[in-house]
């Protein structure tokens, strides 16, 4: 928990990458999670093998959530759709190097979640508590 | 060969209540479990060390404690849910108990599936938790009830059962085990007719998950309701498991916090299961009770807890039917579970109930919440014996003893 | 002048989990009693007991644990009675929680009392359980709900009020205390107002029966409000407090054992109150414990209580106000109890919650179940210290400094 | 609790005391504890000056509430109907000389609530439990 905040994860929250909106964009999904209010949404381009060639998030909430939206986006350059599908919720505790209790778990998986079922329609995701 | 395969002693010294001296020298005989079990140290150190160090409310917190709270909460969802062989452990929500359960299911899926006319069938040995919670939904959308009788034997009758769904009722409610006759009901060939017959069916497992190895899929049921006191657990604790796809087309039960996602001065969306059905501050610690409870009786093991109940209960019916003038409702031995009502000539069970009690030996005498099987029985009241995995065949002997006595002093 | 007047060392000895390290070397700062309290050890010690040697169903027993448990749970309701000045302890109805005693008034009064067009005045800084119940309520009978709103100073809008009042609601509901801003609102002013204007009021007690002397009579609610958990009683166990005349002219709420006088196959007739409002084995255990904190609390005196929380709010508003980028929302000190939200610029909540956590600070953070009064303060979440009896001046500066250290980390 | 069944409730549930019904009465009322099943019916004729001259209680149920009856009838005789309105729960249990329960007081009590109801329509009786 001490390194809850790790410096890179401060960071990213301060200095988003990939941040704005696209127009036009081939994918937008947006989501939230009401209970602490977080709002996630991501914009994709993708080429014609619907490999990631742009992408940018926007939104608002928390730095586990602004910070593992930012990290995301840096993840998914240039990957392609099927093997976006592949990102797990390990991936991004991973990517987050740090340990989450059940509810700031739901802020670090919200992106991942608008990137899938924006990606996919993928609406069977479960919010695993 | 040894009557009893359970360690009794190990057991006994598990529950500090079975120590306690009704009166100095006279110790306790405990042969009311049906009303509510005694409770194991394990389940009140698990209780205890909750609130010592991980008190917090649950869900929305952030903090240690919080988290913690929400872990061990969480945590005893999904050994229940084992316990019962519930498939996802979103199928367990927690309410204060099957009382609770059972009017649950009446007040939203009876409420938003049943129109004028529809039928309810409910059997005639039902405790009044799987009776009047229909009888008011009744009442309020003008449904008809018809009654599953008990035959003289005490079972239920199945041949008027399989009249009663040629009716196409739309919902069935039985339990599983009788907590008056014992008598274990077969209840997955009857859920499974049910279903055939397009009903939903609401079994009241308040006796039987306590006491003999329950898998709510084996089963079949569609709602299967129990308490968490009637098997080790705490008070304030209780069950309803439901198939998921029912529990998510329902409307939600209480309103209030947790229970849903957003809400506006104008309206709310509720939540998911099980969080939909539980409204407020939950039940905490009770939950975490009833899950140290499912533990303990896991490490026991279902199957020796019934069988040596079933055990008690031979043993008993063989020494209460030598008594001159006593009459022992429902069935055979094998048909049943540990519990025996009876009534003796010329002596009111509350009479009964009394003088055992000088000798420790405590009983019920009452109707026990099932008065329409009381009137069908042709008894004001019954007293009852029943038994658990702590009891021991030298105690059934001092209930035998002691009615003897109750039968001497009131010849 | 020392701030505090209640003994802070010993009372703090009484609660096991103040005594708890978060991490090696860092005690627990708990400041989220506004979501549940800390037990002290003589309700644990009051249930402890209660399992080990009393433990036994209540009401219809009358072997001796039957009767001694039912000596304790109804000894209970009596002391909760008094603690909180109601006449007849029958009016004391045993529930889940706050929300579930408010759900029962929606569920009985309000669908034997209300009808369509018929309004209904719930305030704008309600906690989700006195407002969903009120929302399905009236999504069922098409009623109208009408909105208190909240004045930019955090109390409730009492012009308004007037004008609401004028188009003769059936039922007004309000909380004696926000739980977010703190607001103490003039209940017993409302009350009154609401009787003249002929509509009955609820009144949300859930942070105010914790924190302040509370006589129902002097408020002169129709009905009362509040859980025993946020008041160092257990969980699972909350209280409705109603007129007696209110309660007996109210259809029972859910269905089953204890709630019947007489049941038949084709029927029931309910029983007396509070019994008709409490079907099913109760929570009885709680209801001990509850009664065990009540005696606490009024070992130490609600009134003493009150004011070493008034002196740590005032306290605490001094030292917040002067951290950078802060806001605190609600009304001055002496409008308020024990509790304070805020924000901070450019950090959420929720890691103000978490880094707080790290130095074993515990606060809240979220919508607190009130998301229209956020909605209103147009923020989506805040931060949440509460104060309780065991809470001291030195933990205030614990929060006071951690909050710096978390602006400091995040500029 | 060791002499709840002294000898003379034994004898007062085995023998009752002015057991039967009157046929005409000038009082009569019968009333029943659901939870066990008891049930006291009272007959009574008064004179002129409204003093009990013949009751009789007739019924069924525990040794505890028929003995209590029978008790009570042997204790009315000659007593007038204002003299019965004094009568307590306290003189009932003086009565039968033992300590009892919330549920046993039940039993014990309802000859005499039979009794007032009837002689008086005493409808506040309270079942004190
Ligand atoms: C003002 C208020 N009302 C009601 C409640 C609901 O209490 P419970 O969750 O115990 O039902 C709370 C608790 O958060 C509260 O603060
Ligand atoms: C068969 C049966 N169903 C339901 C219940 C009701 O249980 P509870 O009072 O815990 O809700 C009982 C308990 O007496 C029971 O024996």
Known sequence: MDDMYREFILDHYKNPRHHGELDPADISYQDDNPLCGDVIRIDLRVDKDN???????????????????????????????????????????????????PVRLKCAMLSLKVLKVGAYGVQDWVDDE | MSLVELDSGKIRAEFPALSREIRPGVPLVYLDTTATSQKPLRVLEAMERYYRWHNANVHRGIHTLAEEATAEFEGARTKIAEFIGAQDSREVIFTRNATEAINLVAKTWGSSNLKEGDRIVVSEMEHHSNLVPWQMLSAEQGL?????????????????????????????????????????????????????????????????????P??????????????????????????????????????????????????????????????????????????????????????????????????????????????????????????????????????????????????????????????????????????????????????????????????????
């Open chain 1, 51 to 101: 490999r990631i060639i742009e992408s940018a998030f926007s939104g608002q909430g928390c730095a586990i959530s602004q910070a593992s939206a930012s990290m995301l986006m840096e993840e998914i350059q240039g990957k392609s759709l099927d093997e976006i599908k592949e990102f797990s919720r390990e991936d991004i505790l991973q990517m987050l190097g740090i340990e989450l209790g």
């Open chain 2, 144 to 212: 008809e009830i018809n009654v599953l009788p008990v035959t003289e034997q005490g079972e239920l009758d199945l041949r008027e059962w399989e009249r009663l769904l040629n009716k196409e009722p739309k919902i069935v409610c039985f339990t599983h085990m009788s907590n008056v006759l014992g008598t274990l009901n077969p209840v997955a060939e009857m859920c499974a007719q049910a279903r055939d017959a397009g009903a939903v069916s609401v079994v009241d497992g308040a006796q039987s998950a306590p006491h003999l």
């Open chain 2, 214 to 411: 329950v898998d709510v899929r084996a089963i079949g049921a569609d709602f299967f309701a129990f308490s968490g006191h009637k098997m080790c657990g705490p008070t304030g604790g209780g069950v309803l498991w439901g198939r998921a796809k029912l529990l998510n087309e329902m409307p939600p039960f209480l309103g209030g916090g947790d229970m849903i996602k957003r809400v506006q001065m104008t309206g709310f969306e509720p939540n998911e299961i099980p969080y939909k059905f539980e409204a407020g501050t939950p039940s905490i610690c009770e939950a975490i009770g009833l899950g140290a409870a499912v533990e303990y009786l896991e490490s026991v093991g279902m199957e020796s807890i019934w069988k040596h109940e079933q055990e008690l209960i031979s043993y008993a019916l063989e020494g209460l039917g030598e008594i001159n003038g006593i009459t022992v409702y429902g069935p055979e031995a094998h048909k049943r579970g540990g519990v025996a009502s009876f009534t003796l000539e010329g002596v009111h069970p509350h009479d009964i109930a009394q003088v055992l009690d000088r000798d420790g030996v405590a009983v019920r005498a009452g109707h026990h919440c099932a008065m329409p099987l009381h009137t069908k029985l042709n008894v004001v009241a019954t007293a009852r014996a029943s038994f658990y995995l702590y009891n021991t065949q030298d105690e059934v002997d001092l209930l035998v003893e002691g009615i003897g006595r109750v039968r001497d002093m009131f010849r």
